[in-house]
């Protein structure tokens, strides 16, 4: 992919992710960078920092890899170099700037080569949100081809360090694609009619698939999680898939499930919270959502209680619904208090288990886009709940 030295501002997410994995750009500019240590030559300089200031920017993973492969190193040798030199010195800071608000690990001290499988690549997940159920109208079949998309979804590299000082023993768990996400996305597409227009919430959001393919059809998508870094990893991920964010790329914009980014918003939400009025900055408010969705969010049983709340508070009053799909009580603890919980809060409980356990179409769709960080699950509790 070659790309004029003027046009790195019109270049998509996905581009950039494009160059990094599959086309040796950083690899390149390295060898560039580097060679200017010796020679002097700064002829392409500009060019480069250029690129890397969009590319540390635009691509969460982008400054970790460039270090992998010694660039942190390269640029503090520049920086050192032409510290006297103000027209050198302000696009390199720049670029350190960048670097470092997107790899706390700078600088990296290596020089080192990367293999293809220990890139940092976003999952794919391949969807046709036109595979619509006999509630869908003539026109959204007649435009399903047109509906296919691709799903990026970056995961968060797990930590040790940080599983170790929490206090919270689920802190990671939403760094993962879990499996139950990748069958409510597919009983969302199957299900569309039910999201059209709605405002809908999203808790424990994770890497934030289910509420990325809602996008497609609702009026507006809050995606929850207690953990910051996981707000900010979905945040891009929303970016990811945003037709806005990829307006430059016709074939990217139409793989985009983000209609309006404006519209989708990752909220920083703890559901231990006593008073939940203190969200309304963050436009969750009192009896606002038609739908509220969860996937695999039970680790314990309180779980179910502090979710029993978040439903009563914010769901809209007798037309609201949500659906939850988990592993069951052999993989998952505290799910077998779910319908209790919800029960003792006034709500209706409809199991649905055998809507995805009995359908072949979902155990296809999940092993077509299982991943390497998937957990399997033999047997899935959906509920529907409703006041």
Known sequence: MEIANTTYDRLTPRDF???????????????????????????????????????????????????????????????????????????????????????????????????????????????DTGNINNFGNSDDRKNSSSKKKEILLRTIPKDINEIASSNKANLTVGYYLWDASIAMAYWLVKNSIFFKNKKVLEIGCGAGLVGIVAASYASRVYMCDFNLKIIENV??????????????NKKQYNCCCVNDDMQVKGVAFDWETVDFSIYKKDGLKKESMD?????????????????????????????????????????????????????????????????????????????????????????????????
């Open 17 to 127: 992710i494009s160059l990094r994995i599959y086309h040796e750009k950083f690899e390149n500019i390295k060898k560039s960078l580097k060679e200017i240590l010796f020679t002097d030559k700064v002829d392409n300089l500009m060019t480069d920092l250029n690129f890397l200031k969009y590319a540390f920017k635009a691509d969460l993973d982008a400054a970790y890899e460039f270090g992998l492969i010694g660039g942190h190193q390269i640029l503090l040798k520049l920086l050192m170099k032409y510290n006297d030199y103000e027209e050198i010195l302000s696009p390199l800071g720049d670029v350190i700037e960048a670097c470092t608000s997107s790899c706390l690990q700078f600088p990296i001290k290596s020089s080192t080569t990367i293999k293809f499988e220990e890139r940092r690549v976003p999952l794919k997940i391949m969807l």
């Open 291 to 387: 739908v509220i969705l969860g996937a695999d969010v039970i680790c314990q049983e309180s779980d179910c209680y502090n979710i029993a709340r978040v439903l009563k508070y914010y769901l809209t009053k007798d037309t609201g619904v949500a659906y939850f799909l988990h592993g069951t009580e052999e993989h998952r603890f505290g799910v077998e208090k779910f319908a209790t919980a919800m029960q003792s809060e006034g709500f209706n409980v409809v199991n649905m288990d055998d809507v995805i356990n009995e359908n072949g179409e979902y155990q296809t769709f999940i092993a077509s886009n299982r991943h390497f960080n998937s957990r399997p699950l033999d047997k899935y509790k959906m509920f529907k709940v409703t006041s």
């Open 235 to 248: 945040s891009y991920n929303i970016k990811l898939n945003s037709k806005k964010a990829h307006s430059n």
